[in-house]
């Protein structure tokens, strides 16, 4: 008999295999997996794409456009993740220390708590929050903007949809 849950089951079995990004299985969920490949976040609110922005070190939103720019690879950490430009190879989103300010594209560096982050999923969208405290998260403020770290809150600037590049 074939039913809902194992069309489930296989869709996020292949999707994994594919290497496309899916919710975890109920004993995680909300988080964000990635067996290979790139992805790339977008937020509906500014209708922008996670950039890592080819004039400088600040990741910014930039309307969408194909480039590896906007194609990150999320490098698991245990519970955490590095996320990696595919442009900028070798450099990683990087949380500054005060709500406010802009989010860098730095040097990866995995022992680095300010570059760790977590997927949470809201609804059908996830925020990134940092790994080590979740009550910060990314935040779009507008296309061509630099995206800042801010106390969550879920509103739209801050929900990203997560999808395969």
């Known amino acids: 008999m074939f039913n ?15 290497g496309a990004v899916t919710a975890a299985a ?11 490949g790139n992805v790339r976040f977008f937020n509906e ?16 939103t930039w309307e969408p456009n194909g480039t590896g720019f906007q194609d990150w690879i999320i490098r698991p950490l ?27 594209v730095l040097p990866c560096n995995p ?3 300010t570059q760790t982050w977590r997927f949470d999923r ?3 969208q996830f925020v990134i929050a940092e790994g080590v405290d979740e009550n910060f998260v990314i935040e779009a403020t507008r296309t061509t903007q630099p995206v800042l770290k801010q106390f969550r809150d879920d509103n739209p600037n801050q929900l990203w949809d997560v999808t395969p590049s």
């Open 4 to 18: 809902i849950k194992k069309a489930a089951v296989a869709t996020v079995a292949v999707l994994a295999v594919t």
């Open 26 to 36: 109920p004993a995680s969920a909300g988080k964000v997996r990635q067996a290979g």
């Open 45 to 60: 609110a500014t209708n922008g794409s996670l950039d890592a922005n080819s004039g400088g070190n600040v990741a910014i």
């Open 78 to 104: 245990g519970p955490v993740f590095l996320i990696e430009s595919v442009a900028k190879r070798g450099q990683c989103l990087q949380s500054p220390p005060n709500p406010g300010d802009v989010i860098r």
């Open 111 to 113: 022992n680095n708590p």
């Open 122 to 124: 809201v609804g059908d």
